[in-house]
Every structure is written in C-alpha cells, then in structure tokens.
C-alpha cells in the first residue's frame, strides 16, 4: 500500500499570500497524483489531477508540481473562498487508493 | 448537469446491515467506474471500494473486505452498497464518486462527487 504524507497539518496564512502545500508518496506514484478541496460540510472538490492539470473551471491561482514521490500543491494569492482541507491522492497503485491526511488552511 | 446523488444512509445497530445507493445523471453512466469514499467524524478520506464500468471487477479495501459488496445496474444508471456486519467504526458519510476518465477502467481521479449519505453505527 502506498502511503501519503501531507504536511504541514496545519497552514496559517493570510488573505492574499502564497500557500504551499507538499504531498509525500512512499513510493512513485509517477504523476498519477490528484489534489482535491474540501470545505465544511461539503463533498470534495477534484482540484488538479496528473500532479499539475487544472479540473475544469479550478481557478488559475492554484497549481500543482511534482512527479514520483514529491509533490507541491501552491494557491499563489489565497482568496477567502479557499480556506479548506486539502487533500493529495495517488491513483497509480490500486487497490487500495490512498489518500493524505490532509492539510487546513486556516486564515492567519 | 453531471450529478451523484446518494440515498440510503441512517441509524443502525451494530452487527446491523444498510443498503446504499448513487444516483447518476447527466452522464453516460456504463462507461465509467465508480469508487465509493468514506469520512468518518472529523477524519480525513479513506477509500472504501470500486467497480469497474460493466461489473465485472470490484476492489475493497481491507477494512470492509468481506462484509461490504458493491454493484451497479447499468440500466438504472445506480449504483449500490451493501453493508452487512456493520461496526462503530463505519460510521461516516459515504460519499460515490465517479472516475474522470470514460475508459470504463480506472486511469484517473475521482472527478465528480456527490454529496455523501450519512451512516452511523450505533445501540
């Protein structure tokens, strides 16, 4: 089973600043690799799949990088709709489908 | 529009047994798998199982392997969940989600969910 390590737990940020996120595979996942957004109360939301493409209608502020066993997602200028859980997801080795612990990215 | 929608969650005993269903809408339905998530009470994502597009293969995590199966009626365009033996620990809200990619096969993330159905396990 391939693990994902999300860090850190916790991100403080303010509005209008960079937020970096990082995802650890424990082992290549290749760039089969997807971020997705999770607010209060809501179903997840697909961000970016293939480590750094855009699901439709995704805001270009975010961006994802990275391919084997690291990968970076950043919000390049956070907007008040964006304060959520983050979560990373490897779909190269299955079964299972694994996915991070997540990451909260709470207004500073 | 592309729509899950899911139905069939609620209170049960443990030991007890529920059904879950996903509606689907607004896409071609048979041509795409379809995994099942869950999010237990302030937890984060664990995948709990898969199909692929004609039913003919299916994958469960540990943790469910033996007590859960799922399946899909491709001419109802649903998808179910069946929960036998059930335990304090599923309870969450399960959440269906369908593949991006219309292979039939699973090649991509999970692009579209629906709004999950809440099962809780308890005397």
């Known amino acids: 089973e391939i693990v994902m390590t999300q860090s850190p737990a916790t991100l403080s940020v303010s509005p209008g600043e960079r937020a970096t996120l990082s995802c650890r595979a424990s082992?290549?996942?290749?760039?089969?690799l997807a971020w997705y957004q999770q607010k209060p109360g809501q179903a997840p939301r697909l961000l970016i799949s293939?480590?750094?493409t855009r699901a439709t209608g995704i805001p270009a502020r975010f961006s994802g990088s990275g391919s084997g066993t690291e990968f970076t997602l950043t919000i390049s200028s956070l907007q008040s709709e964006d304060f959520a859980v983050y979560y990373c997801q490897q779909y190269n080795t299955w079964p299972p489908w694994t996915f991070g612990q997540g990451t909260k990215v709470e207004i500073k | 529009e592309v729509q899950l929608l899911e139905s069939g969650g609620g209170l049960v005993q443990p030991g007890g047994s529920l059904r879950l269903s996903c509606a689907a809408s607004?896409?071609?339905?048979?041509?795409?798998?379809i995994s099942w998530v869950r999010q237990a009470p302030g937890k984060g994502l664990e995948w709990v199982s898969s199909?692929?597009?004609?039913?003919?293969?299916?994958y469960y995590a540990d943790s469910v392997k033996g007590r859960f199966t799922i399946s899909r009626d491709n001419s109802k365009n649903t998808l179910y969940l069946q929960m036998n033996s059930l335990r304090a620990d599923d309870t969450a809200v399960y959440y269906c989600t369908k593949d991006a990619h219309s292979s039939g096969w699973f090649r991509d993330a999970f692009d579209i969910w629906g709004q999950g159905t809440v099962v809780t396990v308890s005397s």
């Open positions: 607004g896409f071609t339905f048979r041509t795409y798998a």
């Open positions: 293939g480590a750094s």
């Open positions: 199909i692929s597009s004609s039913g003919g293969n299916t």
């Open positions: 082992q290549s996942v290749s760039d089969n």
